[in-house]
């Protein structure tokens, strides 16, 4: 009678509740994306702190990108670890 329709997400409980419901529902998807985008990240990051020799606001800029690539990674490694922990599909 209540079937779960393909609009429906499933229950999340805890810290899974602040991922918004389109990335729960495509939990892989979004994290190969995510880690794709970390990628992107640290290769800017490189980029910047080689084009600019060095210098301190190039420095300043490499570990901001590099920042934000560690924590794609760590997102991505966190969804990763959902799909894992989730009990398989009846």
């Known amino acids: 009678m209540n079937a779960q329709d393909d609009n429906t997400a499933p229950s999340r ?17 979004f994290a190969r994306v995510r880690i794709a985008v970390g990628a992107v990240l640290v290769g800017l990051g490189v980029t910047t702190l080689v084009a600019g020799s060095f210098e301190a606001v190039a420095i300043a800029w490499a570990a901001l990108w590099l920042v934000l690539a560690v924590l794609q990674f760590l997102v991505g490694y966190w969804y990763l670890a959902i799909i894992r922990s989730a009990r398989p599909r009846t």
Do not use: D, K, Y
């Open 13 to 29: 409980s805890g810290m899974r509740r602040i991922i918004p419901a389109l990335e729960f529902r495509h939990l892989r998807t």
